[in-house]
């Protein structure tokens, strides 16, 4: 007998050996290793499904959440723009209000001057009216110290008043 070739008895009994653990394994192995495969293939569909899902989900949520950015952005850029505009309209406001505000107090000014200066002349004609009378009234007392003094002034402004009359008339 060699080594390689396995006698008649050998065979029958490694044949019978290998029928009867097949048999057990297949009414008690088999089902129970199928039911395991078929149980985690089962669940790895699931888990696949559900990856799915969540993977659907957050896409909805990423495309949501760049929806709300969007509108987040243009809600900014309005308010600015509002801002802006509503800082420039006050400080045209302001400088507006001043530039009247200046412009009145400059011509409250001018006619407080003007009053003033119209306060000083009368003033001023009134102290030389006073002076002109006073000076006056010191040149004709030396003037008309004696009364030939006094007819020669009568002749001449009653000479003058005829004059001034003939040019009127």
Avoid: C
Avoid at 36 to 65: C, G, T
């Amino acid at each position: 007998m060699s080594l390689l070739t396995p006698s008649f008895g050998l065979l029958f009994w490694m044949v019978i050996s290998f029928a009867v653990v097949f048999l057990v394994l297949a009414k008690y192995g088999f089902p129970v290793i199928t039911k395991s495969v078929n149980e985690r293939r089962d669940y790895i569909r699931e888990s696949l499904a559900k990856a799915d899902e969540a993977n659907r989900l957050l896409a909805d949520i990423k495309h949501q959440s760049d929806v709300i950015l969007e509108d987040a952005r243009k809600r900014q850029a309005e308010i600015l723009r509002q801002a802006t505009s509503e800082a420039d309209r006050i400080i045209r406001k302001a400088k507006d209000d001043a530039t009247a505000q200046g412009k009145q107090k400059l011509e409250e000014a001018l006619r407080s001057i003007e009053l003033q200066k119209q306060k000083a002349i009368g003033e001023i004609r009134a102290q030389v009216a006073v002076l002109s009378v006073d000076i006056a009234e010191k040149v004709l007392r030396s003037k008309l110290s004696d009364s030939e003094n006094q007819n020669a002034l009568i002749s001449r402004l009653l000479d003058e008043a005829e004059k001034s009359e003939e040019l009127f008339n």
